[in-house]
């Protein structure tokens, strides 16, 4: 299921991307073969009825044992391998075994990606998700030296959804976004649909529980209209995990029942499973433990013909809660102890957070302080790891929403740092009341408290350096450059200049080469100008490829000579990838603090002094000084302009 063990947004749904992808390219003589009608049927019940899918694919192993087709057979059995991964661990690694021995027969080499792929959903299930990600990361390589797109597909929704479990949501989402792109691009909507659910179930890990829920609704609206039954199980519950974080009971137990009943009519015990571990949830949620416990006994009965270990540390969560909610509490710890024991394997920080945080509140009620206390700190540790991945990953998985637009304004970016803020002072607030469980314990353990408490503050003082740095570059961001520029204007001691670096030609990078290479573009200029900014000048990004610099106590002309410097030295960057006839140039506007100045003035002229400077060709410096007096005898302006020719 979604945040538990292969499901990807749906329980199996990457073996259905695997055997589906693999149709893609038949031959000529595949789709006159006997068996080929069978097979196509068995894939179209895949996401429909697992058991007619099933059937369909053993009558075309049997047509195919008197025909043989290596790439038919091959995918046939890929199919049985999707069938199993759900519900008997042997018979899928039998299934891969003889997928695997048909490979060297087969035409297409791409199709070795859908057998690592299927192997590592046999692991992941199995809750061994290291060997699982190596898997993803083989059939990913595989499946690009093949150049065959529909298994990269495959395999890049398999490894992001196996990011996203392991915290990595950025990357994660960078993989699910390319897979969903690749889907459409392949013209196979469903696929692009699913693909879809992954990264809704990624912002529903991320906390984001409502973007989760508007997404699973669409999905579910575009299932039932194909008929896409078992699609509809995986999504109905998906919908119900992101009411149960949102605490919307009603609206969960909708979820949970509709989704039960459809895998119930599928025989689909594993999907069933999932189904009454929800409704045992809105049990505990309603304090009707006795019901709870009643639920999860069918559950359990269901979990054991599938090979989920996290399905039964779920099961196992559900029944410690419902074990303390009626003060059976020896029961409770020992069910906890037992998912415990699966979540530690898996890693799984979210749910290991919500274990120990119930079993603290367990050892508390039976007066075992000692373990109180070790079970609390377990569970507090677990939440600022997620916490602080969260804060991580949300500034990174921003440069990957960015990316995928021509052009983000500068406003656009401000905004979403600012939610980014929200959110973690959100998670921040939710740690500190952890803190407040832990007040029967101060007088014994005030030490260790004071160590909690240094932690968090350096987590705190992180957090804001991390909102004044711009993401891409690692150099300041417009707020804090202009924090440090508002002072300068006030004190009054001596005049400061500021200059505007603007990179020409950049869209010409962005378009021919991608926003990637542009982004490495920036990257070096970036680069280039912190190696000659010096203590106490000061550099920020503006924004899109428009840098500050601030350079204290300067007149005109050493300003003038430095300006001139940086763009001499940009000029002697490596830019043959990008621009094999020219290096790359910036264009320069500068201006020097006059009296009552602003930031906001001291920009405008220094943009005022850019446009003037592309006007003039680019590549140049260009002044642009605040008016004078009209008693003073001096001249009104005064420019300043060096340029270097591009060949």
């Given amino acids: 299921m979604p945040q538990s063990n292969r499901s990807h947004a749906a329980w199996g749904a990457l073996l259905v991307f695997v055997v589906l992808g693999c149709f893609a390219e038949l031959s000529p003589a595949a789709e006159s073969h006997p068996a080929a009608a069978l097979v196509d049927r068995a894939l179209e019940a895949v996401r429909i009825d697992p058991e007619v899918s099933r059937r369909h694919a053993e009558q075309a192993i049997e047509v195919l044992g ?35 021995a048909l490979l060297p027969s087969a035409t297409r080499q791409g199709l070795r990606a859908g057998v690592l792929d299927c192997r590592g959903t046999v692991f992941e299930t199995a809750g061994d998700n290291t060997n699982a990600r190596k898997l993803y990361e083989e059939a990913v390589a595989v499946a690009s030296a093949a150049d065959d797109r529909e298994m990269l597909a495959n395999a890049l929704y398999s490894r992001g959804y196996l990011l996203g479990l392991q915290g990595s949501y950025a990357a994660g989402l960078a993989d699910l976004k390319r897979a969903e792109s690749l889907f459409a691009e392949l013209n196979l909507p469903h696929h692009a649909l699913t693909a879809m659910n992954g990264i809704a179930i990624l912002y529903n890990r991320m906390g984001d529980f409502e973007q989760a829920r ?10 039932r209209a194909a008929g896409l039954r078992r699609e509809q199980a995986v999504t109905l519950h998906n919908l119900g995990r992101a009411h149960e974080k949102l605490h919307a009971w009603p609206q969960a137990e909708t979820a949970f029942n509709e989704a039960a009943k459809i895998s119930r009519e599928l025989a689909y015990a594993r999907g069933e499973a999932y189904a009454l571990r929800g409704l045992a949830a809105v049990a505990n949620a309603r304090n009707d433990p006795n019901e709870a416990l009643r639920i999860l006994a069918r559950a359990e009965r269901l979990q054991r013909d599938t090979p989920d270990a996290r399905l039964n540390a779920h099961i196992e969560l559900a029944r410690g809660i419902a074990f303390h909610k009626l003060r059976r509490l020896a029961e409770s710890a020992t069910a906890l102890q037992r998912a415990l024991e699966i979540f530690e394997s898996a890693d799984a920080q979210h749910e290991l957070r919500e274990t120990y945080a119930e079993l603290a509140s367990v050892y508390a009620d039976l007066e075992n302080w000692r373990a109180a206390y070790a079970s609390l700190a377990k569970a507090k540790s677990a939440s600022e790891r997620l916490l602080q991945n969260q804060i991580d990953q949300r500034f990174a998985t921003l440069k990957v929403e960015f990316d995928t637009a021509a052009k983000i304004k500068e406003n656009t970016l401000l905004v979403r740092e600012n939610e980014a803020n929200q959110k973690a002072l ?64 006030e004190d009054g001691h001596g005049r400061c200049a500021l200059l505007i670096i603007d990179i020409d030609h950049f869209k010409q990078i962005n378009d021919r080469f991608g926003h990637p290479e542009g982004d490495e573009a920036l990257r070096l200029v970036a680069s280039c100008l912190r190696d000659e900014v010096r203590e106490p000048a000061f550099l920020g990004r503006l924004g899109g490829e428009e840098f500050i610099v601030v350079l204290p106590e300067t007149g005109l002309e050493e300003a003038a000579a430095i300006a001139e410097r940086f763009r001499a030295n940009v000029m002697t960057l490596d830019s043959r990838r990008w621009l094999s006839d020219c290096p790359i140039t910036v264009s320069i506007g500068l201006t020097i603090e006059a009296d009552h100045d602003t930031p906001s003035t001291m920009l405008q002229r220094a943009d005022a002094a850019l446009y003037e400077a592309k006007r003039a060709g680019r590549n140049c410096v260009r002044v642009r000084l605040a008016p004078l007096p009209a008693t003073s005898k001096q001249p009104r302006d005064e420019a300043l302009a060096r340029t270097a020719d591009c060949a």
Avoid at 72 to 87: M, N, T, V
Avoid at 214 to 223: D, H, V
């Fill in 66 to 100: 008197r025909q043989p087709h290596a790439d038919l057979e091959l995918r046939a059995h890929l199919i049985l391998c999707d069938y199993y991964s759900e519900r008997d661990r042997a018979a899928a690694e039998a299934e891969i075994e003889r997928a695997t």
């Fill in 214 to 223: 508007n997404m699973y609704s669409r999905a579910l609206e575009e299932q």
């Fill in 426 to 489: 959100a998670h921040e607030r939710r740690a500190r009341s952890l803190q407040r469980a832990l007040t029967v314990l101060i007088v014994l353990l005030a030490s260790m408290l004071a160590g909690v408490a240094a932690h968090q503050w350096r987590t705190t003082r992180r957090m804001r350096r991390l909102a004044l740095t711009d993401e891409l570059t690692g150099v300041p961001n417009r707020r804090a450059a202009l924090r440090r520029l508002q002072p300068l204007l």
